[in-house]
């Protein structure tokens, strides 16, 4: 089966495209940024893409190590709040040119009204004994920060109120009206130390969650609460199958897979009070399990591009959850490609999906072309910059008739397909080894990169191929040629 | 057109087959290693690819200022020594893990004759004013060297009196009998600072070198100097057309093009006190021109694998012209792809040829199979790994049957082609830019990588297509498969 | 108060001085081993002193993810083994030129008998549910670094049983004859994979320590198990006053400081069958908590000099708990400056006892002088390389007379003492700050070197000074002066 | 002789006192640009101190390689130009922040009227064979720069004509008239390119300065040449004592050793047409020969430091010639300690003067002292920051009341004098070996480093101790002291 587009693009036109691709990026809890392998992952995606903003959980919980207390000499147990991770943790997102995107939770054991827990790592998911003692941590936590990093800047820092209460493992019995009164404790605690401070909620997942949204809103209006943006998340995938450490799910069709983020968006601009709020959507993948191999894929990339060609039209920003594989939800890896959600294998060799970020990230510019498969933006000097991706089950070719001056161009292409950017089959035809040698990992980093090729296109048409699940992103510049006194390529190859 | 070969292989018996590929490489003179950009690029063919020796001229030009001289209180004139850079230039080889085969030569002016120079960078070819200054400055030099880096060290470093005596270009008159005196000269200045040291030339090139290579065994038989090697250099093509600042050239055909050396060969070995002397080529390349375009292209890397998979047969060692472009023999390069010697274009950019030594390199053990288009060498634990070209015009297909055991294999592929490594092709496409940007550069040298492949071999078979003037390295293993628990691949990439 | 003394030192005759000051390490948590801060701290520590062995708790502990359990589709639970952090830490001790000197413990909470824990870190400290068991998981483990690492590597690395069973904090009632059993099954679990591994213990501390100890050497007769060597601990504090996050403790007199590990000795050499075994002192610092103030100052780095100058009389290794603050024993501390046991403080600034082993490091040749406030040993090429300490309450003035050869000497001098290597001070005097900036730290660091300072010696003949606390390492060498041609540096620095 | 002084420091009035002493910094021909060392000891300079602008000769010089030129098919000879060791070198400059100072010179041997070189490096010192190439020359590499590096950036870059044309050496028979010729057509040259360029000279060192400094004004007021600024030279020695291969001075004393630049000052500002025009030195130093070994000593440093306070208060800038001991004016150095200009010494190894630099440049905010021995400014958050020296000949005590509010204080000082921080002397006493191993030059390096000492100041009174020929810093700060619960300094010292 070979498919063939031909799309006439006028390249006067501007198409609709909101390009927040690298507005956020996803992470495992907080304690896990003081890893040296997390650094180095986080690290390459920075080098490579450039995220604006992180956001993960944990924050508050007991390996961060913030929350204290003793008992003095008299007997009297006061609250004592340790930053020393804290510091390490963000002086090493700002190092790398990230600003946290702030979520409020989990519950310090000793402030815990409960026992319940998530996770192989177990964040405690209750109440606090008392609201007095959260603000007051939700406070001098910002102080602190501010402090250390100036007010000016920490403001900037976006803070959302817990993670997915809708979900009884995440919030003890997914009880709405704790959860309202968690968020309007937290929010005007963090009011009370800057009100320039942009508070956001519910920070809910796929599960009644149009009934959450509503009574989110109808809570803040009837309360007054003046949030700042909304929060949820977005996942693509039916139940998955489990078989010893691994999920198998499959995708949602492409025709279905925008119509939660859509309905939220409706619910929000049916009330005059929210129409037009930002949504962040500050949790997205395709499957919603640790250990879903589909990540690792050539398909998952291809996927994730559509995604990130639409995602823009209804939400501020779109964190895909997670930037690497430092993660340990459901315990510790035992293999490389064990399905995790990063776009960084373990090993920092980047996956398929790495790719689809990293190839959005060029996009700036004016789109004159978006498609299913496809979108083109004119940006600064004329350079056309594109990304396409085949999600059709078989090859496609697409061509894009630009109807540029006559003149010598250059197309550039780079391609991840699963013939030459697929480090999940070389690791499978390696024999699926639990432990990378040193000559292994960096055999497979070297196989996770694009293939680069080049055309000269004489009149700035581009016909691109795609192998089935291929991702290729491809940028057309005029050419000033400028050959060197006496130098002829033609002659210099034809010598053989 | 399209050729197919299959080849049986039997992998229990050996086939001759002699890697030097990685004993020595050459370098522009030797004041030039004092560069950023030099180092940078002989760092980079090091940490990949990893010679033994380097080897070029300039050791005693003036750049280096070893040679000075200054008149004392009582007006006699004194000479000095500065060795100043040349601790800086074999600190960093060293550094390097390389080890400097030493050409004496060339004449620093204040001790010349005469005043004929060669290059741009006009270094003196004319004999020493007296012998007794010249051997005084060799033999400071060499004692400066023992002292620093250790006497058992350095006299592992292999000596060679000058370059090209037969050239009226290197050596005033090609002066034969001159050449001889400076030889002797030499020969005994260093064995008096240790006997130890091996000595050889007569370092000649491909004009009337069979005359002057007879003549220089007798003059040593005659004189009872015993030689430790013999040297020549190695260049396999016609005249070059020139055009502006660029040399096009022919190269031989491959019946021919190891002549020559057989002929050295031969005459060394019609003596019997030179019998199965070792030999060097300390100099080889296609062409031997700093301009000729041909060096930049997959042509000369095809043709080169021919080249080191021959060479050794008859000599000890072959030192590709040169590691890199830093380089000045006709004026500084005006573009980052000009035709230069080098295995890396300026910008740090591996050329195809680095492949082929980078690929050689990998030929340690038993070699199994050897023909004109490719080698298979039997690695520790049972691994094969191969190299092949394609200087066959067209297409071309390569089969191996090795007959091993049944059961699964993995081949691993690298592939060098005009397709997906072919730096000199998106340059051109690119415009052909004198000056690279920093983003320029950097996609050059991505695109300068060669693309990596696997597939299963489930009895051991290889395969392996070639497009024109491709190069191929591959890597043939058992796989000891141990999946995880639920791990299945094939289910994990049949979602789409 | 001012004290000299006058040493005459015969250089021709030979003092004993045993100098293992470079042969082993401790380590928090091998869990911590993950992090970032960690392997910089660590890094500095081999770049600037290299050690050979390194030791720690919680190989066995869940942080490490090893011991894993899963019920199959027949409802019947296996182990499993996770090696995926185990990997991640062997491998970065090896790549900084460590071995690990194993612990075998914690237990795994899934494998407890108990609940029993200790630490903020909470290892668990109960015998294992069955020792099958235990034994299963010890030999899964070594059989997989030997795999991985080579069996001929693996087995150097030495393997201590459990961690201080003396005490009831540390194993379950402190039952001895639990830690026996525990003992004898682990022993058999290690030479059942290679007899060639070193199996010791009892790995004691203080308490009660010579009932222990014969208890110990009782039971290995009995049952006729042939260890390979004896560990214990060895502190030097009297009991902690403790206030808010900090200890304060007083020292024991250098009279009396090593009567522990004496004793021991003697117990040990009483046994015809131990008589001679190698004694490892697998922890020592001067205090046994993790807050005791005393560790940062220049007085513990004397202090600690004068014990590397004597403890190599008795024992094979003695570890310094530990190399670094990143340490969770009691928490994660507030300050940089917390008293944690480590040669280096967080942000990587060099505490003074840091420079007490840099500079017995150095020690390595004949020994020619030592007594209670110096040690000098005479090495290649004789060059005198001595390190002094001043414990003595007022300023010391010492003088050793070498009676070397009349000549020209260069006296090297680096000098740590409470002016000019004392970043507590600098700290002190900076407010105490809990979060340092990135100036701060720089400027701690700049501040933590040692002061040096050299001199002409013209007779060989050594004098050094002394500030209470100090602590200096000197260097004496012949001087081949070399003057260039009409250099003269007394005109050169008369010139004001 | 022991010096004390007592100020009284009013910090509520400000003192002029003008800091330009990181506008610039001197440096070797611009072709030693491309050797690693030199960009080693520059990438010291500029990571510590931070210059701006970069200034030296040798921009058209032959190994610059720019002007070249070739004969056509008929016959013609044209130009042509060269800039890839140009582009090379000025994206290392930028690449560590600074921006070239310009200095038109020398002239391409191709282009030059006659065969007159200066220095062991042969720079042509003749005018043009024709003023026509010569314009055409500035043009192409200042339309080459503005093209790679952006028209707004290049612009920025201050061009200056020539260098000491008032000297035989620098410039064929010092004809002034000719020098103007060259003067003006290179103005008009320049601002053809561009009229935003600013263009200054005349360059000119002290020898015949006035005549020339007036002939030039009066040039340029009749020819109507608006030129953007003044440059000239500025060394303070008297005529050296030469001996083998170095050089001794005595430098002027300090009453007399800024006649010249305040003499220029004068006769520029008795000019309407000039009255207030910035003058630049772009060069400056003690001693004017490069093997002048003063320029190692700490001597120098005390006496730049005293120059550096009091140059601003004339000069726009001062430019320190020069950064590095990569320098070739008079051949190769033969040791490291060689007398060389520069702030750094072979081996990256920072000269005492280098502290006098980076001191200063810590000097930023508002004046508040200014004497013969020191500078006190007050910076942001009401940090006093100043630099103090001992030019007195005897020891020196500095004491400064500041009569700051009441509280605690930190008074930081880093000290740089012949006891702490004198290379020179460690390498004297090591035997002045000429060529360094790895570990002496890392030896050297450590010992050049200031001695970092802290004091608490309860009232904010200022005392430092200078030995002969010393440089301090020091930083006083208010202290927020907050000290940890539990934590007490003085407790924790006290345990001996």
Chains 1, 2, 3, 4 share one sequence.
């Not at 990293?358 to 299913?372: A, I, M, N, P, Y």
Request: charged residues 20%.
């Amino acid at each position: 089966m070979k498919n063939q587009k031909n799309y006439m693009v006028d390249t006067s036109q501007s198409v609709p495209f909101f390009n927040h691709a690298d507005e956020c990026i996803g992470t495992g809890r907080m304690g896990l940024a003081l890893q040296k392998q997390y650094f180095e992952q986080l690290k390459l995606v920075q080098d490579e893409i450039g995220f604006r903003y992180i956001r993960g959980h944990g924050l508050f919980s007991d390996d961060m190590a913030i929350y204290q207390e003793y008992t003095n000499e008299n007997g009297q147990q006061h609250a004592e709040y340790n930053f020393t991770y804290l510091d390490f943790v963000m002086d090493s997102y700002l190092e790398l040119g990230l600003r946290p995107f702030l979520e409020l939770g989990f519950m310090p054991k000793k402030m815990a009204s409960g026992t319940q827990t998530i996770f192989y790592w177990e964040g405690n998911v209750t109440p606090p004994k008392t609201y007095q003692a959260w603000g007051a941590l939700v406070q001098a936590t910002l102080r602190h920060l501010m402090e250390r990093y100036g007010a000016d800047e920490v403001v900037c820092w976006p803070i959302e109120v817990w993670n997915e209460p809708n979900l009884a493992g995440f919030w003890q019995n997914a009880d709405m009206a704790e959860y309202f009164r968690l968020f309007e404790e937290s929010f005007y605690a963090v009011k009370a130390v800057d009100p320039r401070f942009r508070v956001g909620g519910p920070s809910i997942c796929g599960v009644d969650d149009e009934r959450w949204m509503r009574a989110f809103l109808d809570f803040c209006l009837e309360k007054e609460l003046k949030i700042d943006f909304i929060t949820r998340h977005h996942y693509v995938s039916e139940q998955p199958a489990v078989s010893g450490h691994y999920s198998y799910v499959k995708l949602q069709s492409l025709d279905t897979c925008l119509d939660s983020v859509k309905s939220t968006r409706a619910i929000v601009d049916s009330y005059d009070a929210f129409c037009d709020m930002q949504i962040h959507i500050t949790e997205f993948n395709t499957s919603y399990v640790a250990n879903a191999v589909v990540h690792d894929t050539n398909y998952n990339a291809a996927y994730v591009a559509y995604l990130l060609s639409n995602m823009g039209d209804i939400n501020q920003s779109y964190s895909y959850w997670t930037f690497g594989d430092v993660f340990e939800e459901i315990g510790v890896p035992y293999t490389p490609f064990h399905g995790g959600f990063g776009l960084v294998a373990n090993g920092c060799i980047p996956k398929p999906t790495f790719w689809s970020f990293q190839f959005f990230k060029q996009l700036e510019g004016t789109c004159v072309h978006r498609s299913d498969d496809s979108v083109i933006v004119k940006g600064e000097g004329d350079v056309y910059r594109g990304v396409c991706w085949n999600l059709s089950g078989g090859d496609l070719s697409l061509s894009f008739a630009l109807n540029l001056k006559q003149g010598e161009y250059c197309l550039l292409a780079k391609t991840v397909d699963e013939a030459c950017c697929n480090p999940l089959k070389l690791w499978h035809d390696m024999g699926e080894p639990s432990h990378l040698s040193k000559q292994e990992r960096t055999l497979l980093r070297q196989a996770a990169q694009p293939m680069i090729t080049s055309d000269s296109a004489m009149n700035g048409d581009i016909h691109i191929d795609l192998s089935p699940n291929a991702l290729v992103y491809f940028e057309l510049k005029k050419v000033m040629r400028q050959s060197d006194r006496g130098y002829d390529y033609r002659r210099a190859t034809a010598q053989r």
